[in-house]
């Protein structure tokens, strides 16, 4: 059997992908795509919720909300060192990301205004990740699917986190309902968007499929996603923001408009209500951490020296 055979009897025996097996070229850099994308999009996303942490209504709030900043960073650090494993320098991804090359999640390009932005975050836009992400799980390539499991445990507890916001809101005061409200309504829509364009539109999809990289296409997904959501809003007393929202009984599931295609395309080219200041944010704190990258560099390499001289006394 040829290289090639042989790998795709592997995708097709749901046998995993692992950095050493032979793979296509056009395998391999789909997944660095997708893999520094997702990873970027961990790092990007604190900082929407980093901006609330302390001024977060309670001590447990922000307790809670550091304790989620914190599993983003660490989730981006899962992701970089899968993505490394396909040949992909760390240090050239994030290069990328900070000259503004690499593209993230459309969706934190996007202000959060209120404490109510918290809970629909963890709510919405997490429940978007993890019925993205789950699926992930059982990808093709080992390390990638492996990273994930973690990655969706506590992405579960984040949505968690994020509907119990919500329905703190929506069981409190007037003013805190409408707060929940006006939130669902300035963000339903980017959640939606967050699933990528539509299967006709998208490059990527067909081969993601065929190597079994992603299980569903954006559109399953976004399906999906409206399905689940609509009960736990209509449970929260909140109306989702979709004139055209409606129970379809033929195909088990709702109808519901169309996302603003123009607006997502605008936000991914970089012209979101915040890209530059999420750009200029990831840039200052790279450039503002640069010494313990050298301090971290010069142990590394005082330890090897150390362990040189052992070696050889």
């Known amino acids: 059997m040829t290289n090639e055979e042989i790998f795709e009897k592997k995708i097709q025996d749901e046998v995993r992908i692992e950095p050493k097996?032979?793979?296509?070229?056009?395998?391999?850099?789909?997944?660095?795509?997708?893999?520094?994308?997702?990873?970027?999009?961990?790092?990007v996303g604190m900082l929407p919720e980093?901006?609330?942490?302390?001024?977060?209504?309670?001590?447990?709030?922000?307790?809670?909300l550091l304790a989620k900043v914190q599993d983003e960073a660490g989730h981006g650090l899962y992701l970089y060192s899968a993505m490394e494993t396909l040949g992909m320098?760390?240090?050239?991804?994030?290069?990328?990301?900070?000259?503004?090359?690499?593209?993230?999640s459309s969706i934190f390009n996007y202000p959060t205004l209120s404490w109510a932005d918290m809970g629909t975050i963890g709510w919405l836009v997490d429940g978007a990740a993890i019925l993205n992400q789950v699926p992930l799980c059982r990808t093709s390539y080992g390390p990638y699917a492996r990273a994930m499991v973690r990655v969706c445990k506590e992405e579960s507890f984040h949505q968690r986190q994020g509907f119990e916001i919500m329905q703190s809101l929506c069981e409190g005061s007037a003013d805190q309902k409408a707060m929940a409200q006006d939130a669902i309504n300035r963000w339903w829509w980017p959640t939606l968007m967050m699933f990528g364009p539509r299967d006709a539109e998208?490059?990527?999809?067909?081969?993601?499929?065929?190597?079994?990289?992603?299980?569903?296409?954006?559109?399953?997904?976004?399906?999906?996603?409206?399905?689940?959501?609509?009960p736990q809003a209509q449970f929260l007393g909140l109306t989702i923001p979709d004139e055209k929202l409606k129970w379809n009984?033929?195909?088990?599931?709702y109808d519901f408009g169309d996302v603003d295609w123009d607006e997502f395309w605008k936000v991914v080219k970089g012209q979101g209500p915040c890209n530059k200041q999420r750009l200029e944010a990831r840039n200052k704190a790279h450039d503002q951490g640069a010494w313990v990258r050298e301090a971290a560099a010069a142990y590394a390499e005082k330890r090897a020296k150390r362990e040189k001289i052992g070696a050889s006394a």
């Open 89 to 104: 320098p760390r240090s050239q991804a994030i290069d990328d990301l900070l000259s503004g090359k690499a593209k993230y």
């Open 249 to 253: 009984a033929d195909k088990n599931g």
């Open 50 to 64: 980093a901006n609330w942490i302390t001024r977060a209504p309670t001590l447990r709030r922000k307790a809670t």
């Open 21 to 43: 097996d032979w793979m296509p070229e056009a395998y391999r850099k789909t997944l660095i795509r997708q893999i520094s994308q997702h990873a970027h999009s961990e790092v």
């Open 202 to 230: 998208s490059g990527n999809t067909e081969l993601s499929m065929k190597w079994r990289i992603k299980r569903f296409t954006n559109d399953e997904l976004r399906q999906k996603f409206v399905d689940m959501m609509v």
